[in-house]
Nanobody, 120 residues
Framework: VQLQASGGGLVQAGGSLTLSCVAS????????MGWYRQAPGKQRELVAL??????NYADSVKGRFTISRDNDKNTLNLEMKSLKPEDTGVYYC????????????????WGQGTQVTVSS
């Protein structure tokens, strides 16, 4: 199983970016999916999470970021608007994946990260 993240880049404050993450490989289903970020010198933190149709956001991004998923394409997206310099960091996608239909266990997989830099 691989998660491939893309869409990062350099943007001015107030701008927008959309991140995407595609899961590939052989597995049965994906449960939860989420975006995390890690700023220089800081711990990785949860940005947004989606389980089924339910979503959760970090307080710092509420109203600015929107997480969505396309189950048919095994794709996770994060639409980011009104970006701020403090949104700068490496963004990682994560997925809880059930490998086999007969085994009710989920394994956590991470993408490689995509850099988002917001200039002031």
């Amino acid at each position: 199983v691989q998660l491939q993240a893309s869409g990062g880049g350099l943007v001015q404050a107030g701008g927008s970016l959309t991140l995407s993450c595609v899961a590939s490989g052989r597995f049965f289903s994906i449960n939860d999916m989420g975006w995390y970020r890690q700023a220089p010198g800081k711990q990785r933190e949860l940005v947004a999470l989606i389980i089924g149709s339910s979503t959760n956001y970090a307080d710092s991004v509420k109203g600015r970021f929107t997480i969505s998923r396309d189950n048919d394409k095994n794709t996770l997206n994060l639409e980011m608007k009104s970006l701020k310099p403090e949104d700068t960091g490496v963004y990682y996608c994560n997925a809880g994946i059930q490998m086999d239909r007969s085994v009710s266990r989920w394994f956590s997989y991470w993408g490689q990260g995509t850099q988002v830099t917001v200039s002031s």
